[in-house]
């Protein structure tokens, strides 16, 4: 079955500087790639996505890119605030309809002032 | 406001009991799941439901049940045959097969779960 990993685990940077979380993925039949963001204590919320006949997509501060050949997609933010901390999850559809999905574990993502 | 509910925000339970979580939403999905979240871990799927009548168990689904007799909600019971159930459970919703691709997975703000 599908299975994805997400690296790092923890990442630190100082507000303004960018970060990068990467992710892997097992089943080359998926085609769809979300990014969501978790604070303490809440939902994760949906952030961006990606699907697989795209290898770029930006929204504001934020970006995914996805290169279907090696499997592997990653989220890219720029200018990093203190309100980005949080963990953030990547996930790839699995499934015949594509209707489900493998979670990565996480990274925790702290933004140092 | 649409969304996805889930109700208690907060709930004990004694070992042994049976405890149902809700999850409400109106964004007129048909396919709505449910996962739980230990600390410092990923979602693991437990029940999924694609349509009004049908749900099918995910990768956890021993100690848990779910009925989905409305295609609003779809309410999870942790039984006492789950040995483990302190966690944090999030309820989600997709548009479903009618959405003709994979589509956008949305969150409720989840229900986390002691057992005393």
């Known amino acids: 079955g599908e299975n994805v990993e997400q690296h790092p685990s923890t990442l630190s940077v100082q507000e303004g500087d960018s970060a990068v979380i990467k992710c892997t993925y097992s089943?080359?039949?998926?085609?769809?790639f979300p990014w969501y963001k978790q604070e303490l204590g809440k939902g994760p919320q949906l952030i961006i996505d990606?699907?697989?006949?795209?290898g770029e997509k930006k929204d504001q501060r934020i970006a995914v890119t996805l290169n279907k050949t090696a499997k592997h997609f990653s989220l890219h933010i720029t200018e990093t605030q203190p309100e980005d901390s949080a963990v953030y999850f990547c996930?790839?559809?699995?499934?015949?309809?594509?209707?489900?999905?493998?979670f990565g574990p996480g990274t925790r993502l702290s933004v140092l002032p | 406001d649409g969304g996805i509910t889930q109700s208690p925000k907060y709930l004990f339970r004694k070992e042994g009991q049976n405890v149902t979580l809700s999850c409400e939403q109106n964004?007129?999905?048909?396919?709505m799941y449910w996962y739980r979240q230990d600390p410092g871990q990923g979602l693991r799927l437990i029940y999924y439901?694609?349509?009004?009548?049908?749900?099918q168990k995910g990768d956890i689904a021993e100690g848990y049940s779910v009925s989905r007799e409305k295609k609003e909600s779809f309410p999870l019971t942790v039984t006492s045959a789950q040995k483990n159930p302190t966690a944090f459970y999030l309820c989600?919703?997709?548009?479903?097969?009618?959405?003709?691709?994979?589509?956008?997975?949305?969150f409720g703000p989840g229900t986390r779960l002691t057992v005393l």
């Open positions: 990606i699907r697989s006949n795209v």
């Open positions: 989600a919703s997709t548009l479903g097969l009618a959405g003709g691709s994979t589509d956008t997975q949305y």
């Open positions: 089943d080359s039949a998926s085609n769809y």
């Open positions: 439901s694609q349509i009004v009548n049908d749900f």
């Open positions: 964004l007129n999905h048909d396919a």
């Open positions: 996930a790839a559809s699995i499934g015949n309809y594509g209707q489900n999905f493998v």
